[in-house]
């Protein structure tokens, strides 16, 4: 991953199209490189979840370009490349796994990361988790607790500054104010350099929090039948 993170570092510095022009190839081959470890991830996740099996890469990565129109940065490209791997790909709406090389930052979209979950869900999923918060609050704080042991957190961004009234006692009220459930690590960039220690590394995380994920899509799924019924 070193060439990768290099290149990285350089687009980073050079963000405009004269430069990302003039050093195409040198794109193609990070590109090429980020994309032989995103199929293996594919692969193996494929395994671990037949839900997944079948995807293609195209279904699961994104292209460089940044979506300007709305944003006061006009970098017009990406300093990082990442794969999203959920049912259906990563336009279906459903919960999965990602993960983010980038140039060694402290926050996103610079930092290295992982994340498990999702960052968009539509108000009928938020108001099932927060029945189930209600129901059985235990289920939901153990994929929580499962994932701290791992070094992930949920994050809290965009959470809702106050707490629903009816989860004003509750303990488990800071879970009320999500409105994205995506559990994330940011990692060091020592973390990322050795492939096959990487590989085996998010296999490792991505498979004990996979109870998370399966939760999130069984709502989902639901909402979604609803929906068509």
């Not at 099996?53 to 292209?63: F, H, N, P, S, V």
């Amino acid at each position: 991953m070193k060439e990768v993170i290099a290149f990285l570092h350089q687009l980073h510095q050079n963000n405009n199209t004269q430069w990302f022009h003039a050093h195409r190839e040198a794109y193609e081959l990070a590109r090429d490189r980020f994309n032989q470890f995103a199929l293996r991830l594919l692969s193996e996740l494929g395994k671990m979840d037949e839900s997944l099996a079948g995807l293609e890469l195209k279904d699961c990565t994104y292209r460089i370009n940044r979506d300007i129109r709305f944003s006061s940065d006009k970098s017009p490209y990406k300093s990082h490349f990442c794969i999203f791997v959920a049912p259906g790909g990563k336009k279906s709406g459903k919960a999965g796994y990602y993960f983010h090389l980038s140039v060694g930052g402290d926050d996103y979209p610079n930092a290295n990361m992982l994340a498990i979950g999702h960052y968009c869900y539509d108000k009928k999923v938020v108001a099932i988790v927060r029945e189930d918060l209600l129901d059985d609050p235990t289920l939901f704080d153990g994929f929580v607790k499962q994932a701290e042991k791992n070094g992930l957190s949920l994050d809290f961004e965009n959470a809702l500054k106050k707490v629903p009234k009816e989860f004003a006692e509750s303990p488990y009220k800071d879970y009320a104010r999500l409105k994205a459930y995506c559990l994330q690590r940011f990692m060091d960039p020592s973390e990322v350099t050795d492939e096959e220690r990487l590989l085996a590394y998010l296999l490792d995380v991505f498979k004990k929090n996979r109870p998370f994920v399966d939760y999130l899509n069984k709502v989902i799924d639901y909402t979604m039948e609803v929906d068509e019924d």
